[in-house]
């Protein structure tokens, strides 16, 4: 190298350093720099910390669900912990879900994930549920709470201890303390339950409450081991209830009380009105009466009760062992019906107008003032109805009617208690129509009884048979102690003390006494007979038989006086031949000619336009008699005629007298005695003519053997 070019870079060297001097000299010192700020962290064994994340979860290609957080963090087992977070599941069910909360744990698999604080479910149709803790699986997409939650939509609304949500079924299940309440547009209460727990299942619309279930529907109670109310489709009003095991009902405008082992409520669309009831097993139904007074009640294994919008009933329907119950009103008793089935009708506005009972029927009217008890049993049993009264009432099969002593029986019965009436007619297995009492048994082809008196009209074939008894009384004719047959076409009975009027081929009878003729009548206050109409009598006493025919045969009690003879000019009062109840008397008021009467006894046998036969006051026997109006007597072999006979029979003594044209005449074989006034004896051959025994008139005897005076 040439020495000036070794001159050259050390000259260049010194340059470059002087000129590095320099520069340094005119910038200074050089200064550190300070280090950037770290953010703060929320958990320092969080490995990876991340704000606004999202997880979107997919299943087959399909976006199941999205998880939204405000800040996430991630730990180093895969777990994570997110803040402000958000969950939108999207189509469960029909619907998507919203589960907000401020605070969310996550494990490694991201299916169970935890939600604390504030934590809310919300649904697209406005269905919400709210908790302070809760998780949710994302494997069969439910949210869990095991504390305090409550949820509502619209005017339902609730609370419960531990809660289940199923948004693929869309079930919520609360586990302890559920109370469930539905308000109106008003936000007053409509119905309140509570239970043990419930289920709400919001896609089929029922609510469903196990243990100790109650409600509330405005001033009603609701009971029951367990319970189901169906929601309409917007889950804001109770259209159906079901109440299961010890179901009870109590309070209302309508219902006093309702009982079963299950009992359902069936409202209507609004829930505002109940329309049907149904009750099963041991049903039993008290309805509220007018101004708080007791109702109906109903009993049976089942009730079905349909009601009209003005709480009225229109139907009702009972099975196995029923009972209807009607309160007593002023001037009409309580009564009760028991059957094996009923049903009942009616309209709105009226309530049951009428109803039906079948199978071993038991009707029951309790006593009311001086009104007694009746009873009636039959195979079935129709009844009218106005409010709670019973309007009418239509037996048939087997009826048994009972009113105090009074028995009656057929196989149909036509019963009108306001009237009090009761019209029996028809045969069946159990016989045709009878009535008895202590006073009178009727057997009849139909009989019409009115139960106060009681008076009663038989009609065809009538068999009856009259006893004797304090409150009424028989005629003397007959033997007090012993019963008395009477038959007739027809009967008018007027009751104990009153008249009993049979008519058509009418026949009396008691041992070998007997009396028969168109119409009979006995009067039972005053022990008085009249027999009318080709009457007839054959009666026996203690001095013999005496047998008798006329166009009315009477008996006075009072005056022990029996007369044969035509009808009495004047009836008195009780006894007249006259319409009863519709039936006639035959042949009343008939004229007959004179000596129609006739009289065979221990008296001879007398014929007359009438005949009055005087008995003793105390015995059974005739004191005597008399014969008025074309008076002829045979004793013997006597043959008396004139126009009056009066005999008495303790002398068995005639005396006849004659008018001033006819005198008396008696024919003894071929003597013949007159005279005005004639007195002879039965056992003797005295006669007394005109008041001389010895004067006697002997008839003029022509030639030829002596021949008997004709009859």
Known sequence: MARWQKRARVGLGLFAIALAIAIYAAIGERQTAAPLDRPARLDPRAILESAGAMLQQFRETKKDYVVKAERQLRYEDGTTKSFGVTIEVRNRGGRDFVVSGREMHADETKKLLEITGGVKLAASDGFTVEAEYATFNEGDATVAAPGTVTFGKGRMSGTGAGMTYNQNTDVLSLAGEAHVTVVDDAGDTVNEFTADTAVLSRQENYLALDGHVRALRSAQVLEADRGLARLSDDDEVITFIELRGNARVSGGETFEAMSARDLDLDYTDDGATLEQVALRGNGSIAM???????????????LDLTLAPDASLTAVAGRGSVRVDLPARPGTPSRSVRADAFEGSGEAGKGLTAARFTGGVEYREEAQDRRRARLARSNALRIGLADDAVTSAGFTGRVRFEDGDLRASAAGAEYEPRAGTLLLKGADEGGGPRVADAQIQIEAEAIDVTLDGPRMVATGTVKTVLQAAASGRMPGLLQRQNPVNVNADALAYQGPD????????????????????DTITIDRSRGDLVVSGAARSNLVFD???????????????????LTYGPPAPTREAGIAPTSVSGIAPTNAGT?????????????GDLRAGRI???????????????????????????????????????????????????????????RETTGRTVVFFKSTDRIIVDGNEEVRTQSS??????????R
């Open 701 to 710: 005897r022509s030639g030829g053997p002596c021949q008997a005076p004709a």
């Open 498 to 517: 009153g008249a009993a009027i049979y008519s058509g081929h009418a026949m009396l009878w008691q041992g070998e006494t007997a009396v028969r003729g």
């Open 543 to 561: 001095t013999g038989a005496s047998v008798g025919r006329a166009a009315e045969i009477r008996y006075d009690d009072a005056a022990r006086r």
């Open 288 to 302: 509220r009466g007018e101004e708080g007074a007791r109702g109906r009640q109903f009993a049976g294994d089942s």
């Open 612 to 670: 009055e036969v005087r008995l003793a006051r105390s015995e059974s026997r005739i004191e005597g008699l008399d014969a008025y109006t074309d008076v002829t007597i045979r004793l013997d072999r006597r043959l008396a005629t004139g126009d009056r006979l009066t005999y008495t029979a303790g002398e068995e003594r005639y005396v006849m007298t004659g008018v001033a044209t006819v005198p008396v005449k008696i024919v003894e074989e071929c």
């Open 591 to 603: 004229i007959v000619p004179s000596g129609a009467s006739q009289l065979s006894g221990p008296q």
